[in-house]
């Protein structure tokens, strides 16, 4: 069966320093994956989105990046935290055509 | 661009009162709907999906919704609440091309005792 799994669930980092969350996919090939952000009281917001090794888009201009340097795994980054990237970081991928997502467990990062 | 609306960021219900969550979509072809469900902490989880079998969808938990067409709306139902349902709700719109969900804004659900 397919399982998706997201670390580290709880991030503490200082503004300035860097990030580096990741997801991976079990059980499938070529997924569709997604990262999406929860700030405090606010939806999600869909951050990028990959539907290959090498292909991400971003929906979002902000201090964020994101990598997908193999097929199951995506990677989200930042070279400087900061304040503003406080929130719960999610990474989704896509179950096939017209299947919906699948969610990680989630990333609660605090940005001090 | 395809657009989904919950009317309501906060909803309060009884335990054992009825639940009602409200989503809109807009859309001129009638997409694939879901609803997922996210307790604190967590990552979203899926209560249901519409994919045009059926217009009453069953999902877990006791909790169903019911696709109306007439109303663009795909509202979710429980005739009981149970403390256990405090949650955070989402309903959710897929694109045409079936690869990119849209969602809405999120119902907080409290339930009082």
């Known amino acids: 069966s397919q399982t998706i799994h997201q670390w580290p669930a709880t991030l503490v980092q200082p503004v300035g320093s860097p990030l580096s969350l990741e997801c991976t996919v079990e059980g499938t090939s070529n997924p569709n994956l997604y990262w999406y952000r929860q700030a405090a009281g606010r939806g999600l917001q869909l951050l990028f989105y990959?539907?290959?090794?090498?292909?991400i888009s971003s929906e979002v201009p902000q201090n964020l990046s994101a990598s997908r340097p193999q097929d199951r795994q995506f990677i989200l980054s930042s070279k400087k935290l900061l304040l503003s990237d406080s929130g719960f970081y999610l990474c989704a991928w896509g179950g096939g055509a017209y299947s919906g997502y699948t969610f990680g467990s989630g990333t609660r990062l605090t940005v001090v | 661009a395809q657009s989904v609306t919950q009317l309501g960021s906060h909803v309060s219900v009884s335990e054992g009162a009825l639940v009602l969550l409200r989503c809109n979509y807009s859309?001129?072809?009638?997409?694939?709907l879901f609803w997922y469900v996210q307790y604190p902490n967590q990552g979203l989880q899926l209560l249901l999906k519409y994919t045009s079998a059926a217009t009453l969808v069953k999902g877990i938990n006791g909790f169903e919704a019911e696709f109306k067409k007439s109303e663009t709306s795909f509202h979710l139902t429980k005739p009981s609440a149970h403390m256990s349902d405090a949650a955070e709700y989402f309903c959710?719109?897929?694109?045409?091309?079936?690869?990119?969900?849209?969602f809405g804004g999120g119902t907080r659900l409290m339930v009082k005792p």
């Open positions: 990959s539907v290959g090794i090498g292909q």
């Open positions: 959710a719109a897929l694109n045409n091309a079936g690869n990119m969900l849209t």
């Open positions: 859309s001129s072809v009638p997409p694939y």
